[in-house]
């Protein structure tokens, strides 16, 4: 069974950088076809897709938060990472990494159980 | 980015049919999913590639595609449907998009 975990600090301070990890078990992140992504969900708020990279590296990022996001890959400890600069309160959300089928639309087969990161001095 | 609306929310008696929509631009030429989430737990997806369930979803889900929008259905809607309710596409030029979400009340 497939599981995704996400790690990180749970209080960043505005205009620092967020950094989360998300470790995969019980499958390769090398997997043909696949995409890991990362979501957030501001409290009581919707889900907001951040997004999403190959294995080979390829990306996709939603436009709003472009300038701002690095989604990084590391095959070798099965992990795939999220950097998201300048934060600020708006940034409080909870993180949830993923899998995506990628294709078909992209749908998410595999949830993290999400972590709350705070923006706050 | 791409944008798809939902209505907040949506009432149905237990036993009878509950409808959500998901528009977006063209919503009908692309592939469209969709996640129930219960409070304080991870998006389960219901539908994907418009009509699928993946396996262990009950088929009271159901869904279609067309046009500009989307429709998830749940016939012999059960408490236990209660939940928010999220459509997602993806745009090959800015990538994925959730809907804005659905709240589905039981009364």
């Known amino acids: 069974q497939l599981q995704l975990q996400e790690s990180g600090p749970g209080l960043v301070k505005p205009s620092e950088t967020l950094s989360l990890t998300c470790t995969v078990s019980g499958g390769s992140i090398s997997s043909s076809s696949y995409y890991w992504g990362w979501i957030r969900q501001p409290p009581g708020k919707g889900l907001e897709w951040i997004g999403s990279?190959?294995?080979?590296?390829?990306?996709y990022y939603n436009p709003s938060l472009k300038s701002r996001v690095t989604i990084s890959v590391d095959t070798s400890k099965n992990q795939f990472s999220l950097k998201l600069s300048s934060v600020t309160a708006a940034d409080t959300a909870v993180y949830y990494c993923?899998?995506?089928?990628?294709?078909?639309?992209?749908?998410?087969?595999?949830w993290g159980q999400g972590t709350l990161v705070t923006v706050s001095s | 980015s791409y944008e798809l609306t939902q209505p907040p929310s949506v009432s149905v008696s237990p036993g009878q049919t509950a409808s959500i929509t998901c528009s977006g631009d063209k919503l009908g030429d692309k592939y469209a999913c969709w996640y129930q989430q219960k409070p304080g737990q991870s998006p389960v997806l219901v539908i994907y590639?418009?009509?699928k369930r993946p396996s262990g979803i009950p088929e009271r889900f159901s869904g279609s595609n067309s046009g500009n929008t989307a429709t998830l259905t749940i016939s012999g809607t059960q408490a236990m449907d209660e939940a928010d309710y999220y459509c997602q596409a993806w745009d090959s030029s800015t990538g994925g998009a959730f809907g804005t979400g659905t709240k589905v009340t039981v009364l």
């Open positions: 990279i190959y294995y080979s590296g390829s990306t």
């Open positions: 993923a899998r995506d089928l990628g294709t078909f639309g992209h749908p998410i087969d595999y």
């Open positions: 590639q418009d009509t």
